[in-house]
């Protein structure tokens, strides 16, 4: 009898690991769908009168929603709430949402001070910066075939950058000391914030054990207090003390908020059970989703850099789930 639950242990392992595994796939796929068609569909459906910080406010409010809604179908609601703690929210949730807070003001500091191609290069280091840090707080090794993926995962991003930024405007009247201070050393800045965050995120979800879903509850209301705040003297909070919040909404604007939010839900997800790093994957791999859904549904041919990219991105995602890091027999 003894022998026989052996057997059933590995087989039982065996088959959640490929369940686990299906889930991911689905995740990813789901995600790389909903961020490619996602600038599509808010181009389609939302207004330019519109005020950002209300679309914005909006889909985190709707994210929270939901995820409560999940937790409640999961039956893990009371559970999840019983256990939780303030302590362990500004642990697992806090800090990552202002990081990301942070990285996001970083983000709009470079853009104003540096050319598109500058730009689009140095943000792409966030993928390389992402494993490093996932490697300092998770021990999560690379193989050196996962290592030369991303640095082909980072060229076709950059490649696929190029192409969307070629028709903006460069930026040349910048002084050096300008570039360097305010746009270089920012974006760079950016890039380690936005893979520090991602790797605590996947911390406090692998280690601690905190549901992806109270994790997108926690984020969004923290993100949410710090947007709101931000209204007091921003254009966005004078243009909703002025025309009100819904300005220029119809019921179709609740099309890409509500796209927006499931984003947000499965980022957390794919996060989570996958890792930041294949979330990395999955992003760039929706940058050739939209370049796709533009020359289906508005006619435009993919450019000349997202062709080249494209047979980078499937490789990189080949040779990573190929050749996983194997421990050696001296680390064991």
Not at 175 to 203: E, N, R
Request: hydrophobic fraction near 45%; proline fraction near 3%; aromatic fraction near 8%.
């Amino acid at each position: 009898m003894a022998s026989l639950t052996a057997r059933k242990r590995p087989k039982d392992a065996a088959t959640s690991a490929d369940q686990m595994s299906r889930r991911i796939l689905l995740y990813s796929i789901l995600l790389a769908l909903q961020y490619g068609a996602q600038p599509l569909i808010s181009k389609r459906f939302t207004r330019r009168e519109v005020i950002v910080t209300s679309s914005v406010l909006t889909c985190e409010i709707v994210k929270v929603i939901c995820a409560l809604i999940i937790m409640t179908k999961e039956g893990s609601l009371k559970k999840t709430f019983s256990e939780w703690t303030v302590a362990g929210a500004l642990t697992a949730s806090g800090l990552p949402a202002i990081i990301y807070a942070l990285q996001n003001s970083l983000l709009q500091i470079a853009y104003k001070n540096l050319d598109s191609l500058t730009f689009s290069m140095l943000n792409q280091t966030k993928i390389l910066f992402t494993a490093v840090c996932t490697y300092l707080l998770l021990r999560q090794r690379q193989s050196i075939q996962q290592i030369g993926a991303l640095f082909l995962l980072i060229v076709a991003a950059v490649l696929l950058s190029i192409g969307e930024g070629s028709s903006k405007g460069s930026r040349d009247d910048g002084s050096p000391d300008q570039i360097l201070f305010h746009g270089i050393i920012p974006v760079l800045a950016a890039s380690v914030l936005s893979g520090l965050a991602s790797a605590l995120c996947q911390w406090a979800s692998q280690v601690k054990k905190h549901s992806s879903y109270l994790m997108t509850v926690e984020m969004s209301i923290v993100g949410s207090l710090f947007l709101f705040a931000s209204t007091y003297k921003s254009p966005d909070g004078e243009a909703i003390r002025h025309h009100g919040f819904f300005y220029g909404w119809t019921l179709l604007t609740m099309i890409p908020v509500l796209l927006n939010a499931l984003g947000g839900i499965l980022v957390g997800l794919v996060t989570s059970r996958a890792g930041g790093v294949r979330k990395g994957f999955v992003i760039v791999s929706a940058l050739i989703v939209t370049a796709l859904l533009q020359f289906i549904f508005e006619g435009k041919p993919p450019s000349v850099y997202c062709i080249v990219a494209l047979p980078l991105v499937v490789s990189s995602i080949s040779m990573y789930q190929k050749y996983p890091y194997r421990v050696k027999e001296k680390e064991l």
